[in-house]
């Protein structure tokens, strides 16, 4: 079942669950370890991000060194597979633009169609980390939005080949990303939400945020993108603070703020037991708030924390 027709059939607030692919080495089972104890809430449906490769330079036995593609979480598609067929609910695969020709994307998008996987997050993907900005491959796509593009041209059954005429459409629904906080490359949030309009008008059906710990900052945003005429459902995303080192790094790798009340709670904490245990109750707080707003679905970044998120969900349901 489509994401947007889980919004719309349903009369609450929904749950649902965001998973990284295991580190490549681990098993299956991993995820199902991860994902069981959550199962009891029954979430709509559930993500799994996609990391791209990274360029590594591996010593050579002569002592020079090799330069290396490595990618540490592969198995996406697999996953999502994985889940549906496991727990019987919808998974969510990410599709990035970073790395990818639009070819090796619509091989991927047939195969999501095949396994009868219909939900995509699209999403642009961060620069490479040997790159100081986003770069698009040779034949790829720039901007989530151009992904956004060809998969609804394959929902209307245009193929990149242009020999295949009345190719089978897909029928994927799809989701993109918003910023409450601005996208850190924008100029501003005006420009950032013109970009994320475009998003809608071109077929997203939703968006889904970055995190934020400041429930003021979705609420603002939804109401500047009502006003700018964005009327898709705005999903939160959320995740809990568990230790100290996030304070720094939270701005850093997402940019987002942290209200001065969690991060000074935080401080005062002397192990990182009571980070989590404040980091629970504010996302109980803030989660409780959202629902109050009647916001779509709680869309929890697990993020290795099931028994935190767990800890969470259970004073919400
Ligand atoms: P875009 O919508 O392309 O926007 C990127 C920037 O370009 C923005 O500043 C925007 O304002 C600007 N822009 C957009 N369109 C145009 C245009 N036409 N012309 C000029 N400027 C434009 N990353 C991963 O690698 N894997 C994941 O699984 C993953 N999952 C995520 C899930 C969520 C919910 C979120 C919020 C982010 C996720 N990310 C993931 C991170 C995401 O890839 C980065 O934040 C990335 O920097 C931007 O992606 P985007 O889809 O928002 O890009």
């Avoid at 607030?13 to 490549?24: D, M, R």
């Avoid at 970073?98 to 642009?124: C, M, S, Y």
């Avoid at 009502?226 to 230790?243: D, Q, V």
Wanted: aromatic share 8%; net charge neutral.
């Amino acid at each position: 079942m489509k994401v947007i027709d889980h919004i719309r059939e349903s009369k609450g607030t929904q749950v649902s669950f965001e998973i990284l692919p295991p580190l490549k080495g681990k098993t299956i089972s991993s995820i199902y370890d991860h994902l069981d104890p959550l199962m009891e809430f029954r979430p709509s449906f559930i993500n799994v991000t996609y990391h791209r490769s990274e360029t590594m330079f591996k010593k050579k036995a002569d002592g020079t060194f090799e330069k290396v593609e490595v990618r540490k979480r592969p198995g996406t598609v697999g996953i999502c597979a994985a889940i549906m067929n496991h727990y019987q609910i919808d998974a969510v695969p990410h599709l990035i633009c970073g790395g990818f020709a639009k070819r090796e994307t619509e091989d991927a998008l047939i195969d999501l169609h095949f396994l009868g996987i219909d939900n995509v997050l699209v999403l642009r993907g961060d620069a490479a980390k040997n790159e100081s900005s986003f770069e698009a491959e040779p034949d790829g796509h720039a901007y989530a939005i151009d992904l956004l593009k060809q998969v609804v041209s394959l929902n209307h059954g245009i193929y990149l080949e242009e020999d295949i005429k009345n190719g089978g459409k897909t029928n994927f629904c799809i989701g993109v990303a918003g910023y409450p906080e601005k996208h850190f490359e924008a100029p501003n949030l005006d420009t950032d939400l013109t970009h994320l309009k475009a998003k809608v008008e071109a077929g997203a059906e939703y968006v889904t945020t970055q995190m934020f710990f400041d429930n003021r900052k979705y609420f603002d945003f939804v109401k500047t993108c009502r006003a700018m005429g964005i009327e898709a459902p705005i999903i939160p995303g959320l995740k809990p603070i568990t230790n100290k080192k996030q304070l720094s790094i939270l701005p850093k790798v997402f940019h987002v703020d942290i209200p001065k009340e969690l991060s000074n709670a935080i401080m005062k904490c002397k192990t990182d037991a009571e980070v989590e245990m404040v980091g629970t109750e504010w996302l109980v707080e803030q989660s409780r708030e959202l629902k109050k707003a009647n916001v779509p679905v709680l869309h929890y970044y697990t993020l290795g924390k099931p028994k935190v998120i767990w800890n969470v969900v259970k004073e919400i349901v």
